[in-house]
């Protein structure tokens, strides 16, 4: 009954009615128009989406841009960090709350740097990013990390950065001259480039992940050749983190 109730939940997902609706109208031009090759462009709009929507292509993207964190084999030298960096991943305003709220990725990365923060005995926790709300996402951060047991004087808190690149760049005026071993908290898929701007000023980084967007396959076997728009959107964040390793290279270069 639960396999039932899983392929059922899948049929009111947006990005398989639009599938459905494309394939339907695929079938019907197919049928009216006589120029069959005016249907090839709906055709491989209809492919596009269709794979860009599954569970299968969705995790052997991820796999591919997650697969050193996940096998640690870009992981060389163990080391205990002196310092935990974490990076936002945004955060939202509810102005009839009057009130800024953490994204689900900020509050993964944070919760995360906490556990690690503890378990080398940092010294220091630096909550990094700013935004357009508000509040920044690093002050956000911060209070997170002091309700959940660290020690206001051992937060660092930098509210000027507004990407990867500038994170690290803030991150190196907060510790100008000082040789300190950094735990680098972000998501699996945003790590690999992260990773490599911090190595540019610092020789000691050991990057600790927040999460992945791989995943072991699991549940109803069906549901996963059903285009959804979970798997959609985890393929535009790992898309959007190859465009960003391509500019950084490129920026990097110049």
């Given amino acids: 009954m639960e396999q039932i109730y899983d392929v059922l939940k899948s ?52 796999y591919h841009l997650e697969k050193d964190y996940i096998n640690g084999s870009s992981v060389k030298d163990k080391i205990n960090p002196d310092v935990i960096v974490v990076l936002s991943g945004g955060a939202n305003d509810i102005n009839a709350l009057n009130n800024t709220f953490p994204g689900d990725q900020t509050t993964v990365r944070l919760v995360h740097a906490v556990q690690m923060y503890k378990k080398y005995n940092a010294k220091y926790l630096v909550c990094s990013g700013t935004s357009e709300g508000k509040i ?9 990390a002091a309700e959940l047991g660290v020690p206001k004087d051992k937060i660092r808190i930098e509210t000027n950065s507004k990407n990867t690149y500038e994170h690290v760049l803030e991150f190196k005026k907060m510790f100008a001259g000082k040789d300190i071993k950094i735990g680098l908290v972000t998501s699996g898929y945003h790590m690999k480039r992260s990773e490599k701007q911090f190595r540019q000023y610092f020789s000691n980084v050991l990057p600790l992940p927040a999460g992945y967007l791989y995943a072991s396959p699991s549940g109803t076997a ?33």
């Fill in 222 to 254: 069906a549901v996963r050749y059903m285009p959804q728009s979970r798997w959609f959107y985890n393929n535009t964040l790992v898309l959007r983190e190859y465009v960003g390793q391509l500019w950084y290279g490129i920026k990097n270069s110049v």
């Fill in 136 to 144: 920044s996402d690093a002050h956000l951060m911060a209070q997170m």
């Fill in 11 to 62: 049929f009111i997902d947006p990005i398989f009615i639009i599938f459905i609706l494309l394939l339907i109208s695929f079938f019907i031009w197919l049928i009216s128009v006589k120029k069959k090759s005016d249907t090839l462009l709906l055709f491989f709009a209809i492919v596009l989406l269709y794979g860009a929507g599954i569970f299968p292509v969705s995790n052997y993207l991820s």
